[in-house]
T-cell receptor
Framework: GDSVTQMEGPVTLSEEAFLTINCTYT??????LFWYVQYPGEGLQLLLK?????DKGSNKGFEATYRKETTSFHLEKGSVQVSDSAVYFC???????????FGTGTSLTVIP | DAGVTQSPTHLIKTRGQQVTLRCSPK?????VSWYQQALGQGPQFIFQ???????QRGNFPDRFSGHQFPNYSSELNVNALLLGDSALYLC??????????????FGPGTRLTVL
């Protein structure tokens, strides 16, 4: 069945450091891929998405490229800020868009 | 433009009781999905409603049921509550535009505690 695997956290970085959070997936068809962010005590906010192979999603300095050959969708940011501290979830949905499959989340803490 | 709204924000119940959670989708959205997020875990899909019918269901028992109203709002009902039902319950809505349908937008969630 469909599934998402994310790198284990927590991740602690200094401000302005480079961020990578790994995400790989298993899917039967051609899924769309997403990154969501969850701040403490809040729901999930869509960060970026990619709907087909080689697409790059980007938003607020974050980027992720849909790599079909490696079934990956790694999240990157060149220079993190304290305000980026949150939990990040990788997710996929198949063509129907009905059910989303989420990873377990990666907690990021950025220290000044 | 209001986003997805959920009520109540927090809820405390005891084992065996029943609970109803409510969700209003974003304007222009007609599809509502419900997820359960246990502490430290990713959201797990409960079910999805479209045109007032359950379109798809995840691996949850029949104690979990739902409803969608003509104005697209939705309710999640959980009967015979167990301690393990304590979680953040998230509602997500999707747009009517079929091309954009795959993106789900989440509400702030309802935190349910079962004692």
């Amino acid at each position: 069945g469909d599934s998402v695997t994310q790198m284990e956290g927590p991740v602690t970085l200094s401000e302005e450091a480079f961020l990578t959070i790994n995400c790989t997936y298993t899917a039967t068809g051609y899924p769309s891929l997403f990154w969501y962010v969850q701040y403490p005590g809040e729901g999930l906010q869509l960060l970026l998405k990619a709907t087909k192979a080689d697409d790059k999603g980007s938003n607020k300095g974050f980027e992720a490229t849909y790599r079909k050959e490696t079934t990956s969708f790694h999240l990157e940011k060149g220079s993190v800020q304290v305000s980026d501290s949150a939990v990040y979830f990788c997710a996929l949905t198949e063509n129907t868009g009905n059910q989303f499959y989420f990873g377990t989340g990666t907690s990021l803490t950025v220290i000044p | 433009d209001a986003g997805v709204t959920q009520s109540p924000t927090h809820l405390i119940k005891t084992r065996g009781q029943q609970v109803t959670l409510r969700c209003s989708p974003k304007s222009g959205h007609d599809t509502v999905s419900w997820y359960q997020q246990a502490l430290g875990q990713g959201p797990q899909f409960i079910f999805q409603y479209y045109e007032e019918e359950e379109r798809q269901r995840g691996n949850f028992p029949d104690r979990f049921s739902g409803h969608q109203f003509p104005n697209y709002s939705s309710e999640l009902n959980v009967n015979a509550l167990l301690l393990g039902d304590s979680a953040l319950y998230l509602c997500a809505s999707s747009p009517m535009d079929f091309g954009a349908r795959k993106t789900q937008y989440f509400g702030p969630g309802t935190r349910l505690t079962v004692l």
